[in-house]
């Protein structure tokens, strides 16, 4: 209740809430698009609208792109730096990874935020090198952090969910890692 936690008015408190669905920050379960403030009413918030699309966090996480300087590959550069640097963070001395920890460490949160930035990657305006490139650098990002977000399979069942179900949003697409690895990389369908 924001009136009760923020000390606001009600007027004040549905125009918060207004304004938290007209910038996908928060999503009505119910048929009605606005904040109608009823103790009924149930609210998703954005990183769980669309559970098994990892890259969600932000629904919008440009403001306006720049198609002229937009470049894919720089952004799957940051990112793998990023998820080193996660990944090294939470490497104990024998070499063995924690992911559980490393979803702790404070550049995860910057990881997804940038992750989101994939919504604007068009993979049919790529070369056919330059989209099979980008596919392998997702493919390896996308299993690193769903290992850390959602956990390593313990076996051959776990292991097919995972690669059907985990997916990332690429620009109109939503791309499982079992799309990109059979569909993509391997040839068998286009993105």
């Known amino acids: 209740s ?44 954005q990183p769980f609208k669309e559970p098994g699309i990892l890259n969600t966090f932000r629904q919008n996480p440009i403001a306006s792109c720049d198609n002229n300087s937009f470049c894919p590959q720089a952004l799957t550069a940051r990112l793998s730096m990023l998820m080193i640097k996660i990944l090294l963070w939470a490497t104990d001395q024998r070499g063995t990874i924690d992911y559980t920890c490393a979803n702790e460490n404070y550049l995860y949160c910057t990881y997804q935020d940038e992750s989101c930035r994939l919504h604007y990657v068009d993979m049919l305006a790529m070369s056919e090198p330059d989209r099979l490139a980008f596919s392998i650098n997702l493919y390896n990002l996308m299993a690193c952090d769903a290992y850390v977000r959602v956990g390593v399979p313990s076996n051959e069942k776990e292991r097919r969910n995972f690669m059907k179900h985990v997916s990332y949003r690429v620009g109109e697409c939503v791309l499982s890692l079992s799309d990109l690895k059979h569909g993509i990389m391997r040839g068998n369908k286009p993105p």
């Open 2 to 45: 924001f009136m009760k936690i923020y000390g606001i008015s009600k007027e004040d408190a549905m125009e918060t809430g207004n304004i938290l669905i007209s910038n996908n920050i928060i999503h009505p379960l119910s048929e009605n698009k606005t904040f109608d403030g009823s103790k009924s009413s149930i609210y998703r918030l």
